[in-house]
């Protein structure tokens, strides 16, 4: 059975940074893209961040871009997505999602698998 398990999540001051893990339990993990959505109350689900399968193609959400990092390591089978110089308005709970031979889509429904999320909180 395929999971998907975010960590890292958590409560940082504004202007601080975090790093956040996707361990993921599939099996040929390296032919999934991978990518990150966000979820902040209220509102929709929005994109943030993909990685292609190949690793080669990365495309980041207009919120986040030159702010984040999306990378994979495939010997973990995890994906991580670094955020520096954090905001308020970064507050959200964060998924994980997978696709097989994905090219780095923005489009949830283009993700086969889902992570149940983990939240952060960006104090001003």
């Known amino acids: 059975q395929v999971q998907l398990v975010e960590s890292g999540g958590g409560v940082v001051q504004a202007g601080g940074s975090l790093r956040l893990s996707c361990a993921a339990s599939?099996?040929?993990?390296?032919?999934?893209?991978m990518a990150w959505f966000r979820q902040a109350a209220g509102k929709e689900r929005e994109f943030v961040a993909a990685?292609?399968?190949?690793?080669?193609?990365?495309y980041y959400g207009d919120s986040v871009k030159g702010r984040s990092t999306i990378s994979r390591d495939n010997a973990k089978a995890t994906a991580y997505l670094q955020m520096d110089m954090l905001k308020p308005e970064d507050t959200a709970v964060y998924y994980c999602?997978?696709?097989?031979w994905g090219l780095g889509y923005t489009s949830q429904s283009l993700y086969d698998y889902w992570g149940q999320g983990t939240q952060v909180t960006v104090s001003s």
């Open positions: 999602a997978a696709g097989l």
């Open positions: 599939i099996a040929n993990f390296s032919t999934y893209s």
């Open positions: 990685l292609s399968w190949t690793g080669s193609n990365t």
